[in-house]
């Protein structure tokens, strides 16, 4: 067996990842473990062009099953996940208010409260009466990522639905919008 240690650019996102080669192997075979580790296992007579390719067809799986980590970065059971949210809950919210400041400068939206919750299938949402709720584990997410769902978040209060209306207002100060959308497409926005 032979290991080695690669990196890839999938969707404009640079992805590390441990290849190795295996006399046995008669498949490519691709894992991304509960902690975000991505690792792929080859036969020796398949060239890492090859691997690169194969990579590139599971792009979007690869970055769903990354979300999906980024979402319980720990593998944290029920207990440790409450304990986990308390831990990091204000300076979540620390983070979610201080964004939220810097992009409404450019919208100018008026919005009511801000909560930070422990939730299981949103990354954020906002309710009719301008309140915004994110997931505490955005803190946990590449910086890029987080501050398109709270981008995602604002253009709810001019524009409360995904019409191309919504997304141009999202387009504005988050250009690569749709590279970032997949990243975190494992929750609903």
């Not at 980024?70 to 979540?92: F, H, M």
């Not at 409404?104 to 954020?124: E, I, L």
Request: glycine residues 4%.
């Amino acid at each position: 067996m032979m290991k080695k240690n690669k990196k890839i650019i999938i969707q404009g996102r640079e992805i590390s990842y441990s290849l190795r080669s295996y006399k046995t192997s008669r498949h490519l075979r691709l894992a991304v473990s509960d902690n975000g580790v991505v690792s792929v296992t080859k036969p020796v007579f398949v060239s890492e062009k090859m691997v690169s390719d194969f990579l590139e067809t599971k792009a979007a799986w690869i970055l769903q099953q990354l979300a999906r980590s980024a979402a319980n970065p720990q593998g944290l059971s029920p207990a440790q996940e409450l304990a986990d949210y308390q831990r990091y809950k204000v300076r979540a919210h620390n983070f979610v208010s201080d964004r939220l400041e810097y992009f409404n400068r450019f919208y100018g939206f008026k919005y009511g409260r801000v909560s930070v919750r422990r939730q299981k299938t949103r990354w954020g949402s906002c309710s009719r009466t301008g309140n915004l709720n994110f997931n505490y584990r955005l803190i946990f997410l590449e910086p890029a990522a987080a501050d398109y769902i709270i981008v995602h978040e604002l253009c709810h209060l001019g524009e409360f639905n995904h019409s191309p209306n919504f997304w141009s207002l999202v387009a504005q100060q988050i250009p690569d919008y749709r590279q970032l959308k997949k990243q975190v497409k494992f929750f609903k926005d």
